[in-house]
């Protein structure tokens, strides 16, 4: 971790620690999520996903760090923007590639419903259009 700038070694090693544990939990229970993390990065300009998956029974965990993009993306940044589950479906749709007619078709609103949705979205994401918000997701 050597690309990380102005972040605490004690929040770094206390997220790895909750990560880890989570880790285990899940391998114990299936049932509980998979633990996944997704943080935006100062340092590199995108989000980044750490993931976790126990090795073994011995305890041991690996830790996989990854630039983080679309779908696995989209409920932390949503989350991180404070985006309302209607427009997260917006967003579900654009990211699809999706226009916004066919989205209100898709979604039995009207047009002028959506795009005052998207005028929320970019007003909350600093975004000024379709295209720069995408390209924030998928990039």
Same mark, same amino acid.
């Given at each position: 971790?050597?690309?990380?700038q102005?972040v605490?070694?004690?929040?770094?090693?206390?997220?790895?620690?909750?990560?880890?544990?989570?880790?285990?939990?899940?391998a114990?229970?299936? @049932?509980?999520?998979?633990? !996944? #993390?997704?943080?935006?990065?100062s340092?590199?300009?995108?989000? $980044? +996903?750490?993931d976790? %998956?126990?090795?073994?029974?011995?305890?041991?965990?690996?830790?996989?760090i990854? @630039?983080?993009?679309?779908? !696995? #993306?989209l409920?932390?940044?949503?989350?991180?923007?404070a985006? $309302? +589950?209607?427009?997260? %479906?917006?967003?579900?749709h654009?990211?699809?590639?999706?226009?916004?007619?066919?989205?209100?078709?898709?979604?039995? #609103?009207?047009?002028?419903?959506?795009?005052?949705?998207?005028?929320a979205?970019?007003?909350?994401?600093?975004?000024?259009?379709?295209?720069?918000?995408?390209?924030?997701?998928?990039a």
């Open positions: 971790m050597t690309a990380r102005n605490p070694d004690w929040l770094i090693e206390s997220s790895f620690a909750a990560l880890a544990a989570a880790a285990r939990e899940h114990r229970n299936p @049932r509980r999520h998979n633990p !996944l #993390l997704c943080v935006p990065s340092g590199s300009g995108w989000w $980044t +996903a750490i976790a %998956q126990p090795l073994g029974d011995d305890g041991d965990v690996a830790v996989v990854q @630039r983080a993009t679309g779908t !696995l #993306l409920p932390s940044f949503c989350d991180w923007y985006i $309302t +589950a209607r427009e997260r %479906q917006i967003m579900h654009l990211q699809d590639g999706s226009a916004p007619k066919q989205i209100a078709r898709l979604l039995d #609103l009207s047009v002028h419903t959506i795009n005052e949705h998207l005028r979205i970019f007003r909350k994401t600093g975004t000024c259009g379709r295209n720069e918000l995408v390209a924030a997701i998928t």
